[in-house]
């Protein structure tokens, strides 16, 4: 099974850009389609983003669309969280996912089972 650990938060004031890194163990980490969610305080764990295997399809929540990309370097083992035009309502700790492997992205849009979480890494945004 694959191990995720995610780096990257911290605080940015508002309209600010950070990028989160999730680092992946194992050599089978291209088989699995990755996700990116977040907890804000007090609200339920929310889907952010997701990528397939090859990284050639992508899927976002409406609330970052045009805002975050998400990508992956399978060379590396990394998958990548960019986020530009930061809101106070980005605040929250964000985890990667792993699905199950040979599944998709879109598979995890839609809330399917996942394989794998990270620990989190906490992201605030100052207003």
């Known amino acids: 099974q694959v191990q995720l650990v995610e780096s990257g938060g911290g605080l940015v004031q508002a309209g600010g850009s950070l990028r989160l890194s999730c680092a992946a163990s194992?050599?089978?980490?291209?088989?699995?389609?990755m996700g990116w969610f977040r907890q804000a305080p007090g609200k339920e764990r929310e889907f952010v983003t997701s990528?397939?295997?090859?990284?050639?399809?992508?899927y976002y929540a409406d609330s970052v669309k045009g805002r975050f990309t998400i990508s992956r370097d399978n060379a590396k083992n990394t998958v990548y969280l960019q986020m530009n035009s930061l809101k106070a309502e980005d605040t929250a700790v964000y985890y990667c996912?792993?699905?199950?492997?040979?599944?998709?992205?879109?598979?995890?849009?839609?809330?399917?089972?996942?394989?794998?979480w990270g620990q989190g890494t906490l992201v605030t945004v100052s207003s």
């Open positions: 996912a792993a699905g199950p492997p040979g599944s998709s992205g879109l598979g995890i849009s839609r809330g399917n089972t996942l394989d794998a």
């Open positions: 194992g050599r089978t980490f291209r088989s699995y389609p």
């Open positions: 990528i397939s295997t090859t990284g050639g399809s992508t």
